[in-house]
């Protein structure tokens, strides 16, 4: 296509969302003039959230990072000057250089979900570090106790699949908000509902989601693991059980049954702070409705017992044989269905020398930590990108401590001078999606989605693969993987041996711009059976979580930080704080652009009246938020959308552009979940005052 003659170019959203939403750009003269959701696409069905249906403005954002800079000022301070790509690349080689030959583990990458795409989410900059033998880092900070949870009963990452949940009598949407997070399986879930099917939504706060449910269940944050647990038991006193798929298809009924013979609703009921008998009557609905769907999220895994909920929840539907149907079981996410071949993607086998340095890890969660404390060798430099660790990490007063170390050399690659990008040493321009190449899976479907560059880069911009394609041969890096091209990387993205993937051909992601994985229609993943556990069943009881000291059968696990187990601390900070996403904002990504910051309107903290008029706490007033941790500022919206107890502040803001430099991270906690490693962010109690 020349510059001249208008054309559409396929396109893949690129954020951290179960969607993954096929897209079509149209471009005219060189300039993208219209994006818009690709028609065609079963799932996108032609629409886009409100945030990536504005994607445009952030291609062409006045703000963007056009240039190489080098820091000027002091940290934190985000002065900096021009430089030119020479002299950014070897400043970085040179430095990566000096710091390896003393212990390349003082050197760690920091990155996550900015783009979810195999050539410039988790592949050539893999292999770039993997070959420096820097610090591995471990990506805990959204999913990590969920996903393992999920392993535990279940085994995989797999589950129903959204687009036959239509089919479903009884959805039970547990910790998430759909209408936000997941616009187009709610569009699945909605056309359930005309059918004749009832939705419950479990969750601590009355979201947008919880508006649009014929049934909202309010537990306390981080108590869904006893939630579940008194359904079980009601599921097995009243003989709710498919006992035919239990006996084929389940491992360790018998002691599960005698775990939960006391977790009775009325035992459950001061713990979640719902009524016993509204647990009983979800559970005897649950147990008696078929087809029967579960649809949960991330965002009750974010509590000291994350894991365990998500391993409790994921037991029910073998319980009731709810697996039985297409329809029916529960979902998490769909990506354990594609076969990626991630050691040919990151070529862990480039690690240089394991004996002399053998493999060190750092959580993500606890960056702050790591910066300030870490031992053996300290750290001496990281290199950010796809992230924003200033804003995003918890205990943000460690991790700006961290980052604001004058001997820590600090690269950050981005679009945008971010909270992090005040920090560097050198800043490099990134490219958007809309100027680079890659291809998708999806955690919350079944397509994998190719990604055209439709322009080319704004300025000097330049995508994450051919950024460590250039400094590895700065560093004298001659292995052949660290010259892959982005074509090379995305043909060894698949298992080609795996039948799966049989659709997902150059042509067909050429030509339509994306593939289905070849499973049936309707995919039933367990409804013979078949788990991808050890056992291949539905296991009760797991050797995998014995083998790492943890209990092998559901429990309750009490949050971190509650009036139940910790009832000191609660006297000092007696209100429950959760900071989910803002619906304009996706974790920092579009926290920056004129429309989504005048739609927010600034920091807000949602607050009970009787809470709100204990405090002397009006409507619109400014409130001080506070604990140990730390405080930032919000304005009070007195409202009973949050029970009596709980405060919400919709989140991630810029702490640049919160009105006084901090963000809900301030007082968030980097303990870490029971299994995982991830961090507390939902597990947090504060105290609200009036600033």
């Known amino acids: 296509m020349s510059d001249a003659e208008p054309g559409i170019v396929r396109a893949a959203c690129p954020h951290d969302c179960p969607d993954t939403c096929a897209m079509q750009v149209t471009v005219e003269n060189g300039r993208a003039v219209r994006l818009r959701g690709d028609p065609d696409h079963p799932f996108t069905h032609g629409a886009l959230c409100t945030k990536v249906a504005h994607y445009l403005e952030r291609v062409y954002s006045p703000q963007r990072l056009r240039h190489p800079l080098k820091r000027v000022g002091r940290k934190g301070e985000g002065r900096f000057a021009s430089i030119s790509w020479d002299e950014a690349l070897d400043t970085i080689a040179e430095r990566f250089a000096r710091i390896a030959a003393d212990d390349p583990r003082a050197i760690v990458p920091y990155s996550y979900g900015g783009t979810l795409g195999f050539v410039q989410g988790a592949s050539m900059d893999m292999r770039f570090f993997h070959r420096l033998g820097a610090s591995l ?3 805990t900070i959204c999913a990590a106790a969920g996903a393992a949870g999920w392993k535990a009963s279940v085994g995989a990452s797999i589950g129903t699949d959204p687009e036959a949940i239509v089919g479903a009598k009884l959805i039970l949407i547990w910790g998430g908000n ?8 709610w569009r699945y879930i909605q056309e359930a509902k005309r059918r004749g099917a009832k939705l419950v939504c479990i969750d601590p706060w009355r979201t947008a989601t919880a508006e649009k449910c014929d049934v909202h269940l309010a537990p306390w944050p981080g108590t869904d693991t006893a939630l579940a647990l008194a359904m079980m038991q009601v599921l097995i006193a009243d003989d709710l059980v498919d006992h035919d798929y239990v006996a084929r298809h389940t491992l360790g009924f018998d002691a599960l049954a005698e775990r939960v013979r006391a977790c009775t609703p009325e035992w459950a009921a001061p713990l979640t702070g719902l009524p016993a008998e509204a647990i009983r009557a979800l559970a005897r609905e649950y147990g008696s409705t078929r087809p029967t769907a579960i649809r949960l999220n991330y965002g009750l895994n974010r509590c000291r017992g994350g894991g365990m909920a998500v ?3 994921a037991c029910l539907p073998a319980l009731t044989g709810a697996w039985r149907d297409a329809a029916g079981g529960a979902l998490l996410s769909t990506s354990g269905n594609f076969p990626v071949d991630q050691h040919a993607l990151e070529r862990p086998d480039l690690y240089p020398d394991v004996e002399r340095f053998p493999p060190r890890h750092i959580n993500m ?8 404390e870490a031992r053996d060798p300290p750290l001496r430099a990281i290199y950010v990108y796809n992230s924003n660790p200033v804003a995003i990490a918890p205990d943000s007063r460690r991790v700006r401590a961290g980052f604001a170390r004058e001997d820590l050399f600090c690269v950050v690659h981005e679009l945008f001078q971010t909270d992090t990008a005040d920090y560097a040493d050198i800043v490099l321009p990134a490219t958007s999606q809309l100027e680079q190449r890659d291809l998708h899976k999806a955690y919350g479907h079944l397509y994998a989605v190719a990604n055209e560059p439709a322009i080319a880069p704004l300025g000097e911009a330049k995508p994450n693969s051919e950024v460590f394609r250039l ?5 004298g890096f001659d292995d052949a993987p660290l010259r892959d091209s982005d074509e090379d990387i995305i043909a060894a993205a698949f298992d080609r041996r795996d039948p799966r993937v049989l659709g997902f051909t150059r042509e067909a992601f050429a030509t339509r711009g994306w593939a289905r994985l070849n499973l049936p229609r309707p995919f039933a993943p367990f409804a013979r059976g078949g788990f991808p556990t050890p056992s291949g069943k539905c296991e009760f009881h797991s050797e995998w979580l014995a083998a790492q000291g943890l209990d092998p059968l559901p429990a309750w696990v009490p949050p971190l930080e509650s009036p139940v187990s ?3 601390l609660a006297a000092r900070y007696p209100l429950a704080f959760l900071s989910p996403p803002a619906r304009n904002f996706l974790n920092t990504s579009f926290a920056n652009l004129p429309r989504f910051v005048e739609a927010e309107g600034g920091p807000k903290l949602e607050i009970h009246p009787e809470d709100a008029a204990a405090r002397g706490i009006t409507d619109g007033a400014r409130l001080r938020i506070f604990n140990d941790r730390g405080a930032f500022h919000a304005c009070a919206v007195v409202t009973e959308r949050v029970r009596r107890g709980l405060v919400v502040s919709p989140s991630i803001w810029w702490q640049k552009l919160s009105g006084d430099g901090e963000n809900a991270n301030a007082v968030t906690s980097s303990a870490a979940t ?12 504060v105290e609200v005052e009036r600033a």
């Open 178 to 185: 759909p209408v936000v997070s997941n616009l187009h399986g």
């Open 566 to 568: 910790n009832p000191a």
């Open 471 to 475: 400094l590895a041969a700065r560093m």
């Open 365 to 372: 969660s606890t960056i702050g930590e790591a910066l300030l």
């Open 311 to 313: 391993r409790n929840i």
């Open 137 to 139: 880092l471990d990506r």
């Open 674 to 685: 029971d299994m995982g490693d991830g961090p507390v962010l939902y597990d947090c109690l």
